[in-house]
């Protein structure tokens, strides 16, 4: 069992930045993915950014490369998105999660421990 909880959120002007955290609590596993996704009413949860607990092998949607960043703390127990250039699209309540796959996914199906979201408001 992990549980996870988010924290960093809030409100930004286009092109600023916000870095969120996410604290995990119970057992990690170097295989474990932890992953950010976000969601908007009537969307489907989209994945954002992941890294490997172990190696810190990092993956990204094409939509945030290059502007947002995946790291991890192992000493923490934490995983962190900075997110820069930020842009009104970017709004969304962001979710933290865990997959204990070996393989890397980008779908929500593959992960079986989510935090309860973080709220980010990027204003135009």
């Given amino acids: 069992q992990v549980q996870l909880v988010e924290s960093g959120g809030g409100l930004v002007q286009a092109g600023g930045s916000l870095r969120l955290s996410c604290a995990a609590s119970g057992r990690t596993f170097s295989s474990d993915t932890m992953g950010w996704f976000r969601q908007t009413p009537g969307k489907e949860r989209e994945f954002v950014a992941g890294i490997k607990w172990g190696s810190g092998n990092t993956y990204y949607a094409d939509s ?38 070996i393989a890397v996914h980008t779908t929500k199906e593959n992960y079986a421990y989510w935090g309860q979201g973080t709220q980010v408001t990027v204003s135009s």
Wanted: proline content about 3%; some cysteine.
């Fill in 64 to 101: 945030v490369k290059g502007r947002f960043t995946i790291t991890r703390d192992i000493a923490k127990n934490t995983v962190y998105l900075q997110m820069n250039s930020l842009k009104p699209e970017d709004t969304a309540v962001y979710y933290c999660a865990v997959d204990r796959a």
